[in-house]
């Protein structure tokens, strides 16, 4: 099997920062690998953030490279992790030595995962959703994600999308004097888009008390949930805010793998699932039927990330929520395969995860 392992550098339409501990400038970096055998590619990814997830692009990229000469001797049609017994859930041996190969950097068991997974539903001429037990070609309507900048750009933006079914706001507002916005913006943007399902992801900025008061004026203003309202260091606080807290709150960078869904139950009401953060779809998997055991509500997300991450996203299914804007945000997505237009997001029917690079695509 030939490996190929690059960084590819994502941009953002404008500037991304996810709030006000951890901001971004508009490149975001992908580690994108290629698996080759019999004529077929199978395509994976990764585009973690260091802040959040303690693995950076380049720590993927160096596990993947490190674990080259392992990959490249797998025997595709004896060692495909998911599909051996035609059980997506199974664990076989090969997934942990594949993961002991790259050192349990979960970027590069993501990338891995995805490109397997996309190589092996190619080799069948079957679309991945078929293999992962869903019977539908994937769509779902998606959030639309407003970043955290001024009141007046994040107001402004809303604007331009306010037909939108699903906004999710960015909050953790403060100006230069100190002064808190976010209300103000909720509240602005609830008049832009009277009709719109509103969502608020806080990004661990805010603090108990905060919590508390905040959420029972968003709910008058019909927000849906709260996502990640205090660091995760502080998950020890996160009971009292679960019995009351006037919405639900959805854990994120509390919530990396699947070890992490029993622990906070009955401390968050739902979990948000990335492939990145979590280690691509097997995980993913786990972690979903963690959740529904403990009761917890599933929201699938993303990074700022191509087409590859979020298809994938897409053929996994199984959530109540979907976030998946993340290549609709960029100016240079390589891949092709999903569209996403007024917060309707598609997969196509092709084998595989159904993407194709932009390059072989228009012939470039």
Known sequence: ?????????????????????????????????????????????AAPIAEVMSFSPNDVYAALCAARAFIANL???????????????AQSDLLARMFAAVDYN??????????????????????????????ERPRC?????????????????????????????KLGTETELGRDEDLVIMREIRTLAPTARLIVDANCAWEPD?????????????????EQPLRPDQDDKMASLYTDSALPLVADE????????????SRFHGINVKLVKCG???PALRMIESARA????????????????????????????????????????????????????EASDFPGLGVRPVSEVRGI
């Open 1 to 45: 099997m030939d490996v190929s392992v690059n960084v590819f550098e994502l941009e953002t339409r404008d500037p991304f920062a996810l709030g006000t501990r951890i901001s971004q400038p508009k490149v975001w970096p992908s580690v994108q690998l290629q698996l080759s055998e019999a004529g077929i590619v199978g395509y994976g990814e």
């Open 75 to 89: 025997n595709p049609e004896r060692d495909h992790p998911l599909l051996l017994s035609g059980d997506p859930y």
């Open 106 to 135: 979960r970027g590069a068991m993501c990338a891995l995962d995805l490109a397997l997974l996309d190589w092996f539903a190619k080799s069948q001429e079957l679309p991945a959703y078929r293999l992962l037990g869903q019977v």
């Open 141 to 169: 309507v998606s959030a639309f994600t407003i970043a955290i900048e001024s009141a007046d750009r994040m107001i402004e933006k809303a604007a331009a999308v306010s037909c939108f079914p699903i906004l999710k706001v």
């Open 210 to 226: 905060e919590t508390i008061q905040k959420a029972k004026q968003l709910r008058d203003l019909g927000v849906e949930f709260i």
């Open 254 to 265: 509390s919530v990396q793998t699947p070890n992490d869904v029993f622990r906070l139950r």
């Open 280 to 282: 691509g779809v097997t």
């Open 294 to 345: 403990c009761g917890m509500s599933v929201q699938t997300g993303c990074m700022i990330e191509s087409s590859v991450c979020i298809a994938a996203a897409l053929h996994l299914g199984r959530a109540d929520y979907y976030d998946l804007d993340g290549a609709a945000l960029t100016s240079n997505d390589p891949f092709e395969g999903v569209t996403f237009k007024n917060g309707l997001i």
